[in-house]
């Protein structure tokens, strides 16, 4: 069930210190349906950080997740089913084959069927080829393409995505954008991290900007990708 | 939410199914085993030192080191590529990832045991299928127990730079009394002592599983939380 303001995905006053120092000092972020943001910022601005506690993989110091209206705590595992992840590595085994990673990952979610929706998804990832393969005996772009599929695996409905087209080609690239494109137009949502805007600007509805922890930028996509890069050089500073 | 005990079993299987392709660990530790039985029994002055009185401590002394070269390998393997946080962010409750990782070691040491023991028949020439049952059940208890902490402990201590070093030293102290517990029963059921006479110690080593399983489980999603 939604909350009463629609939203997907809210982050209220998130902090994440890591020690003495707060990779996250107070990031306010509302997700409603159909909007895909894209997150810029420099190195070390809190970007991965700020995924991972929207994922629930990182428990903020302070402040809180909402998925759908409701709190993201370690013990609420179902809020997470809602939540597709492509995190920096890839989280494949590298001792099981393509398919034995997308079956259990389908077990995982207890979807019906685990080894079809897994053949299933190698196919639209274009990797049915390969699914009898290791994942170390895969370029580093196949792998990412296993991973992006992997993450949509269980259809989620909000997507967090870190620098998702790092190591895609031209096709693929296409084809995670138009996979985006058509979540978001389901009434999905997705947090894309990239230092390239040009890849993601197509699909982005908005622009967040994180500088040393805190939202810098926080603003409707407007114009280009090449006069927002030009106005905001944080966006590619990386 | 998904099943926890599916996701605990499909969990279990896919390690299972992993170590069977890779047999990093299980090859390590059965190696590890044979050479630690081939060590004691060369090393003995059989003059000065009879088998009998050897071979109980020989044995879980292959058993237990055999064990924390398989618990270390657990939570390496999902720390390799990020692995850890598919488990995380999966909608099951932490205790199942740990339930898995319990049923995929148990099933790792208990394999490297049963080779272990043939062995350690032939070396030490102690005929235990007279005894075959309890000695398979003190096993059983004592690996139990020295595997659920290790399981929990190798989640903590794969955060830490010197993971295959930290393990032992966590481990070993909690690995004190299940091995003890063995000790004592096998060197009875060696002696073909009464089985009542190692009662307590079986009812002892229960206990310890009882308590331990149960406080692993509670505290098992506090350590795999960031």
Known sequence: MRPSDGSLLTATDIERAFGARRALAGVSLVMQPGEAILLAGPNGAGKTTLLRCLAGLARPTRGTVNVNGRALRVGDAASRRHIGMVAHQTWLHDDLTLLENFSFAARLYDLPEPKRVATAALERAGLEARAGDLPPSLSRGMQQRAAIARALLHRPDILLLDEPFSGLDAAACARLRATIADIIAGGGGAIIVSHRPEEVWEVATRVVVLRAGRVALDTPKLGSAATVMGELPELTIG | ?226
Do not use: C
């Open chain 2, 1 to 226: 939410m998904v099943n926890p005990l599916r996701a605990t079993l499909a969990l279990a299987a896919r390690d299972i199914r992993a170590e069977l392709r890779s047999r990093t660990a299980l090859t390590s530790a059965l190696v590890f085993a044979a050479l630690v039985l081939v060590v004691f029994n060369f090393a003995r002055d059989p003059t000065r030192l009879g088998a009998a009185d050897l071979a109980p401590s020989a044995l879980w002394i292959t058993f237990a080191f055999g064990a924390m070269t398989t618990l270390n390998r657990g939570f390496a393997i999902e720390k390799e590529h990020g692995a850890l946080d598919l488990l995380r962010l999966a909608p099951m409750p932490r205790e199942a990832i740990y339930g898995g990782k319990l049923l995929a070691n148990l099933a790792f040491v208990f394999v490297v045991e049963a080779v272990a023991l043939p062995l350690f028949v032939l070396f030490f020439n102690r005929p235990v299928w007279h005894i075959l049952a309890p000695v398979l059940l003190v096993t059983a208890l004592a690996t139990i127990g020295f595997v659920a902490v290790g399981t929990l402990l190798s989640a903590m201590a794969v955060r830490t730079r010197f993971a295959e070093l930290m393990l032992p030293l966590l481990l070993l102290p909690f690995m004190l009394p299940p091995v003890i517990g063995g000790v004592q029963v096998t060197a009875r059921l060696f002696a073909d002592r009464p089985l009542s006479e190692v009662s307590g110690w079986l009812r002892l080593l229960a206990v310890y599983d009882v308590v331990f399983v149960t406080v692993s489980v509670l505290i098992f999603p506090a350590v795999a939380d960031e």
